[in-house]
């Protein structure tokens, strides 16, 4: 059993530096949970009172049914690993992955056993006899990894391990890491800054903002279904759109009315869900992908409504085109066919899939 349980857990720092603030937080057995946030949010703070490298400020913190406030990070029986590889230069990859398991006096044969094992999962078996120098970021990671693999723990926690490689590595080593997960079904928890990362990885997401958890949920919820404001723009790339409007009647519904010559009809099934905000100054949230090219001969779709843009940068991706544009001064962009006729300074039809939008309040960053 290797359930983690945060309870109202606090970090205060010399000064009076709040870093965590009473967070809540329930990890299942077998589960990967990712932190994920931006620089300074707490994330790796959490990480690291969970692995008692730091002290809490307050509230309890709970792995395997145990309370683990005043326990010491060896007796946690958790392995963690870095952003940076901290192998040992002098050792071997076979010594460096069986060093903990020897200052806890394992039998030779066990440590071997283990550390073949681990080299079989993670294809690092042809590398036990060198030393770190002679591997590549990748490889080093992986001795890392095997190192708290072959201590068979309770609780894998990962902070930031693939922020030092390059980018086509880092998409190597997060197929990776979810295939050894797959295999070595371990209670995992695992902190970024990248949010492609935390969608492909987690089966549930933590999104934490200034110390505390604005939204916990599976990547499909979180991108689909965000809560506030923060978590819309942050889960998702290129991030989603956000326009004042003001919602409106209109031909016996509501729209959202962006300026005095685009207004957007909402949906009839979210009538009554926006109804109450009707009159009132809010943001419209909406994903690029969800602006695309409207074709002359293509009818629209229920909750499709029309707009013209003057396209300002296109971006030709190849399996896609980004086009940027203004409305009233807000920067859009619209995910179009690599097809499209887009051209900087000229008009452009096109589609608002307004069964996808959000509707967010501005004071509280609330969506509706």
Same mark, same amino acid.
């Given at each position: 059993m290797a359930e983690v349980s945060c309870r109202k857990v606090v970090k205060i720092y010399d000064g009076g530096v709040q870093a965590v603030k009473g967070i809540d937080l329930d990890i299942k057995d077998h589960e990967f949970v990712v932190l994920v946030g931006p620089s300074g949010c707490?994330?790796?703070?959490?990480?690291?009172?969970?692995?008692?490298?730091?002290?809490?400020?307050?509230?309890?913190?709970?792995?395997?049914?145990?309370?683990?406030?005043?326990?010491?990070?060896?007796?946690?029986?958790?392995?963690?690993?870095?952003?940076?590889?901290?192998?040992?230069?002098?050792?071997?990859?076979?010594?460096?992955?069986?060093?903990?398991?020897?200052?806890?006096?394992?039998?030779?044969?066990?440590?071997?056993?283990?550390?073949?094992?681990?080299?079989?999962?993670?294809?690092?078996?042809?590398?036990?006899?060198?030393?770190?120098k002679a591997l590549s970021g990748g490889q080093r990671q992986r001795v890392a990894m095997g190192r708290a693999i072959v201590r068979n723990p309770k609780v894998f926690l990962f902070d930031e391990p693939l922020s030092n490689l390059d980018a086509k590595l880092r998409v190597q080593m997060r197929t990776e890491i979810k295939k050894v997960h797959q295999t070595v079904r371990t209670t995992t928890i695992y902190v970024t800054h990248d949010q492609v990362e935390a969608m492909t990885l987690a089966d549930r997401v933590v999104v934490m903002n200034q110390g505390i958890i604005e939204q916990i949920g599976s990547p499909q919820e979180l991108y689909h279904n965000p809560q506030t404001r923060f978590v819309a723009g942050f889960i998702g790339s290129p991030a989603m759109n956000f326009l004042p409007c003001r919602i409106e009647a209109a031909d016996g519904g509501i729209s959202?009315?962006? %300026? !005095?010559?685009? /207004?957007?009809?909402? @949906?009839?099934?979210? $009538?009554?869900?926006?109804?109450?905000?009707?009159?009132?100054?809010?943001?419209?949230?909406?994903?690029?992908?969800?602006?695309?090219?409207?074709?002359?001969?293509?009818p629209p779709r229920?909750?499709?409504?029309?707009?013209?843009?003057?396209?300002?940068?296109?971006?030709?991706?190849?399996?896609?085109?980004?086009?940027?544009?203004?409305?009233?001064? %807000? !920067?859009?962009? /619209?995910?179009?066919? @690599?097809?499209?006729? $887009?051209?900087?300074?000229?008009?452009?039809?096109?589609?608002?899939?307004?069964?996808?939008?959000?509707?967010?309040?501005?004071?509280s960053g609330r969506v509706v």
């Open positions: 707490g994330k790796s703070t959490t990480l690291r009172m969970i692995a008692g490298l730091e002290e809490i400020s307050d509230g309890e913190i709970w792995i395997g049914g145990d309370i683990v406030n005043d326990v010491p990070p060896r007796d946690r029986d958790i392995a963690m690993v870095f952003q940076n590889y901290a192998l040992y230069p002098h050792m071997s990859v076979f010594d460096n992955m069986a060093f903990g398991l020897k200052l806890r006096k394992f039998p030779r044969d066990e440590i071997k056993r283990r550390v073949d094992e681990a080299a079989r999962i993670l294809d690092i078996a042809p590398l036990l006899d060198r030393k770190p959202v009315r962006l %300026t !005095p010559r685009i /207004a957007l009809a909402v @949906p009839p099934a979210r $009538a009554d869900r926006y109804g109450p905000y009707k009159d009132r100054e809010m943001l419209l949230g909406i994903r690029p992908e969800h602006v695309f090219d409207r074709h002359p001969s293509e229920p909750g499709w409504a029309p707009m013209d843009a003057l396209v300002d940068v296109v971006e030709p991706m190849g399996m896609e085109t980004m086009v940027h544009f203004f409305i009233d001064g %807000t !920067p859009v962009c /619209a995910r179009c066919e @690599p097809s499209t006729p $887009a051209e900087p300074e000229k008009m452009l039809p096109l589609w608002a899939d307004m069964t996808q939008m959000h509707l967010i309040e501005p004071s």
